[in-house]
């Protein structure tokens, strides 16, 4: 269903519901505006995406993340809000079986805009990681930082320590490697 036309039949439903309250059907009438708020409510929360959170939260991701393949087109059927978390959602599901296919995922929800500051520190940490794993240890610094910046609460402080220090020991073993590599040559 299109994004525009839960509204639709939202203020059909309220405009049915006015209708049934004149002409004295005071229950018919409650009953047309319990279904015109559920419309307007679907509206601004899709079903899909509550379910894909709520699944999420009890850490079942093949669950959350079945729930979120059955959005097809999220341009046509989401909010843009709801579609940077759509995205955000599915790199995140999508980090547990490969973690380059999570990197588009995750840059474009923060293209489009996460709302809050932890979710877009967590984005940037697991960028900052794919980058790790890519060899950029300078856009992976980068990132870190800037997450860092937006962890106001202090709750990624342990993730983002323990990614500063595999940094480091990537950087050492770089190290170790030249200099194995001049004894070697000698």
Known sequence: MLKY?????????????IYLFVIG???WGLLAILFSA???L?????????????????????KAYYFLKRIKNPESVLL?????????LVGTCESQKSIFQAEK?????LAIGLRMDHDIAMAKLSLAGVAMSKGNKR?????LAEAKKLDKNKMLTEQIKMMQQQMGMVGMQKVGMQSYQGRKRM
């Open 5 to 17: 036309s839960r509204l639709a039949l939202g203020v059909i439903a309220f405009i049915l519901a």
């Open 25 to 27: 059907q005071i229950a």
């Open 38 to 40: 559920i419309f307007v």
């Open 42 to 62: 679907v509206f601004f929360r899709n079903e899909n995406m509550v379910a894909a959170f709520f699944y999420l939260r009890k850490n079942n991701l093949d």
């Open 80 to 88: 843009k809000g709801q579609q940077a978390y759509y995205y955000f």
């Open 105 to 109: 995922y995750y840059k474009k929800a």
């Open 139 to 143: 856009e992976a610094q980068n990132l």
